[in-house]
Nanobody, 117 residues
Framework: QVQLVESGGGLVQPGESLRLSCAVS??????????MGWFRQTPGKQREMVAH???????RYADFVRGRFTVSRDNAKSMMYLQMSNINAEDTATYYC?????????WGQGTQVTVSS
């Protein structure tokens, strides 16, 4: 059974940085072959794509994070990361990793990022 586990969230102040991690495990998914994505959701809103990264490392970002967030991956470790910089209050959300496009069966619990001064 494939599992995607997000970690690294927490409470931060505006302007600070945070690094999220996504660990992928289990048979049935060869991580290095998949485009992976970070998504986020706040209560009452639809989940939205934050960034996605191809197996070769090329990445795309949503306009609201471009220049502040950086997505990376380690195919050997089946890990994906999201380096968040210059965080602002609008970044408060639960962050999820998944394939891109997302697969329904791979949604995990997410990791909460709360931005507050």
């Amino acid at each position: 059974q494939v599992q995607l586990v997000e970690s690294g969230g927490g409470l931060v102040q505006p302007g600070e940085s945070l690094r999220l991690s996504c660990a992928v495990s289990g048979p049935g998914m060869t991580f290095r072959l998949y485009t992976m994505g970070w998504f986020r959701q706040t209560p009452g809103k639809q989940r939205e794509m934050v960034a996605h990264i191809r197996s070769n490392g090329s990445a795309r970002y949503a306009d609201f994070v471009r220049g502040r967030f950086t997505v990376s991956r380690d195919n050997a470790k089946s890990m994906m990361y999201l380096q968040m910089s210059n965080i602002n209050a609008e970044d408060t959300a639960t962050y999820y990793c998944n394939t891109y496009p997302a697969s329904v069966e791979y949604w995990g619990q997410g990791t909460q990022v709360t931005v507050s001064s």
